[in-house]
């Protein structure tokens, strides 16, 4: 059975205009240091894909231990522009938390 990231954290997305903000919070102390240490921009661009189609910056949130990810470019224009069904990027840290992890 693959484990998921989903395993390991919970998630919460979040936007403004053209950026979707999503968190990544871990479900215990020994999750974080794996997820921090795995979890890098690149992986979330690559895992994303077309979906976000600008540069993605993390943000460590150590006191919480959680990570945050400012995704540019990814909500086809914002909530009053896209056609997405998703147009709010609402479903985008379920996305996430649903990438394979070893």
């Given at each position: ?62 006191n ?25 990027g ?13």
């Amino acid at each position: 059975m693959t484990r998921r990231l989903y395993d390991l954290a919970y998630g919460r997305s979040g936007d403004k205009g053209n950026i979707a903000n999503l968190s990544v919070i871990a479900r215990t102390p020994e999750a974080y240091q794996e997820i921090k240490a795995k979890l890098t921009a690149e992986r979330v661009k690559a895992h994303l894909g077309d979906l976000v189609k600008g540069e993605i910056a993390r943000y460590d949130l150590d006191n919480i231990q959680a990570l945050n990810f400012v995704c540019h470019q990814a909500l086809d224009g914002g909530a009053t522009r896209s056609l997405r069904i998703d147009s709010l990027g609402k479903s985008l840290a379920g996305a996430l938390l649903y990438m394979p992890w070893e």
